[in-house]
């Protein structure tokens, strides 16, 4: 396997080919049924992105509350995901790379007595718990021995296809390890070492294409609930001031962790539209999990202003499509569901994604938004109002029957009661 990958690297990581497909989710819970990757398979992908949420190493114990997993639990959630036997059949051709999200770092990032704040307080220092998990992870990707991957705290990674003139770096960063914990609004998320590799890998890109990959969405700030960059408003803007300082051009950002799919584009922060693509629910989706509620809720509070397609609710992959022979080269933007049908899908010329002698506007964002559900707002305001919609029930019908103790709601003893009064 692993010559095998070393092999791909050396056809598309090093050499001629340029990239012509690549395929790219999220949110795969390893014990249910998998059938996108059939749908996958059927697309073809030169390359295979995870972008977080790869499997679930924790176990939801009570809405927002998980157990967290032994690093024995955490080895052994990937390896029922290394071994599905069509998700083997898709590495065994197609070259994978990846970034986590949430798992396993994230459950453990927001608790205030966790390693995550002795990892801030001592950087440098050993933190046993997320050294592992990332061995664990690269292995997992099966990581090429020699990557410079292994030997970083975090597990961002950069990857770079096709010749000179159609050439494609895809980023990933990592949104998990270095983490300030949510409600820090003056906080980061890269950390000073994956900052500056970031400026390094964007300043001395040849590349015509970068594709900037993050478990969680980084522009619509404008969303309840769901985790975003913008509730670090300051790595926000310095990730685009990168992308300014250097011209990089054909940025396109990809994300998943929502549950739902979707395409989103601002004018505001680049000399050039900025889009991101979203995709996210490979097993399963806002609409599995909470049905009939995900659509409204999504309709009602989720639509940022940014967006430039509808949601996608059912289990979806996305693709970039290259076409590099057009007279105007362009990328195809799809989300696929998992017959491999197309239900979003945009065209974008690489002419209109350079870097140009242009003002930039720049964004005017409400402070409401920066401020996080985090997990000490969840327990104060959330969990009271969820207890509440739960209990309301009970609480309507105790009222009842006190108010009218002849009616009862137990099945038996109406039946009685209707006999009794006849
Ligand atoms: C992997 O799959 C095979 C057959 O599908 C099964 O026999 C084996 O126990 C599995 N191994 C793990 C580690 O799940
Ligand atoms: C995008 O381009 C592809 C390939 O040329 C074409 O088949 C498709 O219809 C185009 N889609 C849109 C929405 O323009
Ligand atoms: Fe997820």
Not at 38 to 43: S, V
Not at 216 to 225: A, C, E, N, R, V
Not at 380 to 400: A, D, E, G, M, V
Request: charged fraction near 25%; glycine fraction near 6%.
């Amino acid at each position: 396997m692993k010559l095998f990958l070393l092999l791909t690297f050396f056809i598309f990581g090093n050499t001629q080919e340029p990239l012509k497909r690549l395929a790219f989710g999220s949110c795969n819970k390893q014990h249910l049924p998998q059938p996108i990757w059939g749908a996958i398979d059927t697309y073809n992908p030169d390359l295979w992105v995870w972008l977080g949420d790869v499997v679930y190493v924790d176990r939801l114990v009570f809405p927002g509350y998980f157990k967290p997993s032994s690093l024995e639990r955490i080895q052994e959630q990937y390896n029922i995901q290394k071994n599905h036997s069509e998700y083997r059949k898709l590495i065994s051709k197609t070259s994978t790379i990846g970034v986590w999200v949430s798992s396993p770092v994230m459950q453990q990032a927001d608790r205030p007595q966790d390693d995550h704040d002795y990892g801030l307080n001592n950087a440098g220092g050993e933190i046993p718990f997320k050294d592992e998990s990332q061995k664990i992870f690269l292995d997992f990707l099966d990581e090429p021995a020699d990557s410079p991957r292994w030997n970083r705290k975090g597990v961002w990674g950069s990857y770079s296809y096709g010749p000179p003139g159609r050439r494609v770096k895809v980023i990933l960063l990592d949104v998990r390890y270095w983490r300030d914990p949510l409600g820090k609004i003056d906080g980061d998320i890269l950390g000073p070492e994956q900052w500056r590799w970031l400026d390094s890998e964007l300043e001395g890109s040849d590349a015509q294409v970068h594709l900037i990959g993050s478990g969680t969405q980084i522009l619509p700030y404008d969303k309840p609930f769901q985790e975003k960059w913008v509730h670090y408003p300051g790595a926000r803007d310095k990730l685009f001031e990168m992308i300014n300082k250097h011209k990089t051009p054909g940025v396109i950002l990809l994300s998943g962790d929502v549950h739902y799919a979707e395409f989103l584009k601002t004018d505001l922060v680049l000399t050039y539209p900025l889009w991101e693509l979203t995709s996210s629910g490979m097993t399963h989706t806002c609409a599995t999990q909470v049905p009939y509620l995900c659509s409204l809720a999504l309709d009602r509070y989720f639509r940022s202003v940014y967006q430039q397609t509808d949601f996608f609710l059912e289990f979806n992959f996305g693709t970039i499509d290259f076409h590099w022979d057009s007279p105007d080269p362009f990328l195809q933007f799809t989300i696929r569901d998992t017959s491999n049908r197309i239900a979003l899908e945009r065209n974008v010329s690489l002419s209109s994604l350079q870097s140009r002698e242009k003002e930039i506007v720049g964004e005017v964002i409400d402070p409401k938004y920066m401020i996080p559900v985090t997990a000490e707002s969840y327990r104060t305001t959330i969990l009271p109002i969820l207890l509440l919609i739960l209990l309301s029930p009970l609480l309507c019908c105790l009222r009842k029957k006190r108010s009218n103790s002849t009616i009862t709601s137990d099945p038996v003893k109406q039946q009685k009661k209707i006999k009794k009064d006849q």
